[in-house]
């Protein structure tokens, strides 16, 4: 079945730090990929998205490129700020079975400071 | 444009007790999916809707069902309720033609079981 690793978190990065979260996933067929921000208390937000390989999804300053070569989809920020503070969530959307289904990581904490 | 709406937000119910959630999704969209999110499982899909009928299930038991009308809203109720079932549940919606549409999500409900 479909599957997402996503590195273990907490992130800590001082303000305008350079962000890597790696993500890596199993799929069959031609999956689309996704990046999610969940913010304290809130739901999550779509951050960006790409449906074929070497697309880029871009948002907000945060970058991921879907690399079926190397089933990574690693989110990136050149210069992080407080306010990027959040869980970030890696997903794969399939269309198996007759219906949508999203398949998540586990999730990385981002803190940023100061 | 309104975005996925939850409600309520919060609930808090004892075992053996049932519970329904609502969701409206945004206008246009045909598909609706649930998820559980919990600390230790992370993000996990239940089911998915569109048009009416189920498309997709998860791996839980027969305690969890739902169903969605004509106008796309979805209920989801969770019957002989357990305390494993605390949990924040999240609906997200799309338009439904495919796994590369991304879906949008709701804040959630928070479920507490005592």
């Known amino acids: 079945g479909n599957s997402v690793t996503q590195m273990e978190g907490p992130v800590t990065l001082s303000e305008e730090a350079f962000l890597t979260i790696n993500c890596t996933y199993t799929?069959?067929?031609?999956?689309?990929l996704f990046w999610y921000v969940q913010y304290p208390g809130e739901g999550l937000q779509l951050l960006l998205k790409?449906?074929?390989?070497?697309d880029k999804g871009s948002n907000k300053g945060f970058e991921a490129t879907y690399r079926k070569e190397t089933t990574s989809f690693h989110l990136e920020k050149g210069s992080v700020q407080v306010s990027d503070s959040a869980v970030y969530f890696c997903?794969?959307?399939?269309?198996?079975?007759?219906?949508?289904?999203?398949?998540f990581g586990t999730g990385t904490q981002l803190k940023v400071e100061l | 444009k309104a975005g996925v709406t939850q409600t309520p937000r919060y609930l808090i119910k004892t075992r053996g007790q049932q519970v329904t959630l609502s969701c409206s999704p945004i206008?246009?969209?045909?598909?609706v999916s649930w998820y559980q999110q919990t600390p230790g499982q992370g993000l996990q899909f239940l089911f998915e809707?569109?048009?009416?009928?189920?498309?997709n299930k998860g791996n839980f038991p027969g305690r969890f069902s739902g169903r969605q009308f004509s106008n796309s809203r979805s209920e989801m109720n969770v019957s002989t309720l357990e305390l494993g079932d605390s949990a924040l549940y999240l609906c997200?919606?799309?338009f439904g033609d495919g796994g590369n549409q991304p879906q949008h999500f709701g804040d959630g409900t928070r479920l507490s079981i005592l």
């Open positions: 997200a919606s799309s």
């Open positions: 799929a069959t067929g031609y999956p689309s």
């Open positions: 790409a449906t074929k390989a070497d």
């Open positions: 997903a794969l959307g399939s269309f198996t079975g007759g219906g949508n289904k999203l398949t």
């Open positions: 206008s246009g969209h045909r598909s």
């Open positions: 809707y569109f048009s009416e009928t189920q498309r």
